[in-house]
């Protein structure tokens, strides 16, 4: 979430003198006059991400002023691995974005982090083409984040198709894992709504890959956890884009017909733009212990919704958007909606917003707790994918079981279906296998330091009852300890997995904090 000072030299700072340093660990001539720094603000501020849970110290920063600078480094990095008079010289790289892992995945433990924010030096690396054969798209830089990309492209009438919940991420952090939002059950993940890539391999190599140039690095680079190479351009489909959202919000308490719900409307995918079609599909979950954000509904609402959660103990809330251009009879289609589903009568919730304001929804609560101080704080968070057929298990035996009856502090429980079919799976994304709709849940806790062991306790359990239950899960987001642990995740994606990194990144450089092959 932090960005650097850039360097305008190759040099060390150290408080406010600035001394100019060889790095005895690289070739002078290799190095060419890149930008590092290993002053302790600079380590302190690449050292720990959003997660605030690990903190390991890089030897260096390297701020890059062009994609050269970062080919360079992962040229001096290989030499160093090939050495055997640097033994102590730095061995690993990563990549650093918005730092918006939680477990330190995009930290380099005496390795050396590159602050992809500094490529911001070139100017917003944000080109859109209206048309073209292809259709509408934008060329993004990978350090670019989301919001400045929906910003850019508004300007001409356009937008992406897929996103991701939260805007402040970069193009290529979320490209790196999945980047999935209430849209993707009927267009996709983000990865699978990419044209064409760039990227910089483990080699030091910059390839341009798409489906059918250097296929083989687009699909692994595509949710592969940064092991493959760099994301520095990423080009992205674009589609018209709406002026005005209707956004609902449905209140239940039974959690098979909140669950038939949501099914059966990411079944109408293709019929979007038909009565009874809705653009987005989310859903979350109020608990009796709280805490209860509210601030979606009117004062007398709220008081409403408190009553219902205190004597249901756990309320399921679907959370629906319909797009529209103006005043078209979109409460008409809704009317039609409405009528099929089992919600509780009266507690249906709606307003009217800007494209711009429902995409960047989360912004609003940021800055609200950045006010507050409870913006950098930990965040033990867990994310699931569950098949759709051990959902109900799961709700019994987490939700109500372990969540409900260990009063866990409620932060933002989301949960909802997504259709398998809109997935690519010769992309290194993992979701569950076989079943045609999983669920993604996140469990997204905020805690104090002295809470983190507590909320990890509690993910743990939760782990533990799908392992004895036998709910084939997936992790997104994934955090593992051990290469038994990672090769059981990817299953029978593990053999191609290990290829391409033998092929694009074989002295094992690239993002080292996932923890995979380092």
């Not at 937008?159 to 059950?185: K, R």
């Not at 884009?241 to 308490?253: D, E, G, I, Q, S």
């Not at 249901?312 to 009317?335: F, I, Q």
């Not at 994304?429 to 909320?455: C, K, M, Q, R």
Request: proline share 5%; hydrophobic share 40%; net charge neutral.
């Amino acid at each position: 979430m932090n960005t650097f000072l850039i360097v305008l030299a190759f040099c060390v700072v150290l408080s406010t003198t600035t001394t100019t340093t060889a790095f005895s660990f690289f070739d002078d001539n290799i190095l060419n006059g890149l930008i590092l720094q290993n002053d302790t603000v600079t380590i302190d501020l690449a050292s720990i991400d959003y997660g605030h849970i690990v903190k390991v110290n890089p030897e260096a920063v390297l701020s890059p002023t062009s994609l050269n600078d970062i080919q360079s480094l992962i040229k001096a990095v290989n030499d160093n691995n090939s050495s055997s008079t640097l033994s102590s010289a730095p061995k690993t790289v990563a990549a650093r974005g918005q730092g918006h892992s939680v477990r330190g995945q995009s930290t380099a433990e005496k390795g050396i982090v590159v602050n992809m924010t500094s490529l911001g030096s070139l100017g917003r690396r944000i080109v859109v083409v209206p048309n073209s054969l292809l259709g509408p798209y934008a060329d993004v830089g990978g350090e670019q984040i989301w919001i400045n990309v929906l910003v850019e492209t508004l300007k001409h009438g356009l937008s992406p198709i897929s996103w991701t919940d939260y805007l402040g991420l970069s193009v290529g952090g979320t490209l790196s894992n999945a980047g999935i939002s209430g849209q993707a059950f009927r267009v996709g993940p983000q990865i699978a709504n990419v044209y064409e890539l760039d990227v910089i391999t483990g080699k030091g190599d910059l390839v341009t890959c798409s489906r059918i140039k250097e296929p083989e690095l687009f699909y692994s680079v595509l949710g592969g956890l940064g092991q493959f190479g760099i994301i520095t351009r990423a080009r992205i489909p674009l589609t018209k884009a709406p002026n005005k959202v209707k956004w609902l919000r449905l209140f239940y308490t039974d959690f098979s017909v909140f669950s038939r719900d949501q099914e059966r409307l990411i079944s109408l995918n293709g019929k979007m733009r038909e009565k009874g079609g809705v653009e987005y599909v989310e859903g979350f979950l109020l608990m009796k212990q709280g805490p209860l954000d509210l601030s979606f509904y009117s004062v007398p609402d709220q008081l409403r919704i408190t009553t219902l959660v205190a004597q249901s103990d756990v309320v399921y809330v679907l959370e629906l958007a319909k797009y529209y251009v103006e005043t078209p009879p979109v409460d008409e289609d809704l009317e039609v909606l409405l009528k099929g589903l089992g919600f509780i009568a009266g507690f249906a919730f709606s307003k009217d917003v800007t494209y711009l304001e429902f995409l960047n929804r989360v912004a609003a609560d940021e800055e609200k707790l950045r006010k507050l101080g409870l913006w950098e704080v930990p965040h033990p968070w867990l994310n699931l994918f569950i098949p759709k057929s051990r959902m109900s298990e799961f709700n019994s035996g987490v939700f109500v079981n372990i969540l409900l009856q260990k009063k866990v502090p409620v932060g933002v429980f989301i949960v909802y279906p997504l259709n398998r079919n809109k997935w690519d799976d010769k992309m290194s994304g993992v979701i569950p296998n076989d079943e045609e709709v999983f669920y993604t849940v996140a469990l997204l806790h905020s805690s104090t330091a002295e809470e983190v062991e507590a909320f990890d306790g509690v993910n743990n359990q939760i782990l533990e009852f799908c392992r004895v239950a036998r709910i084939p899960v997936k992790q997104y987001l994934p955090h593992y300890e051990t290469q038994p642990d990672w090769i059981n995740h990817f299953g029978s994606k593990w053999p191609s997995f290990q290829r391409s990194k033998l092929t694009f990144d074989p002295n094992k450089i690239l993002a080292p904090g996932q923890k995979i092959f380092n």
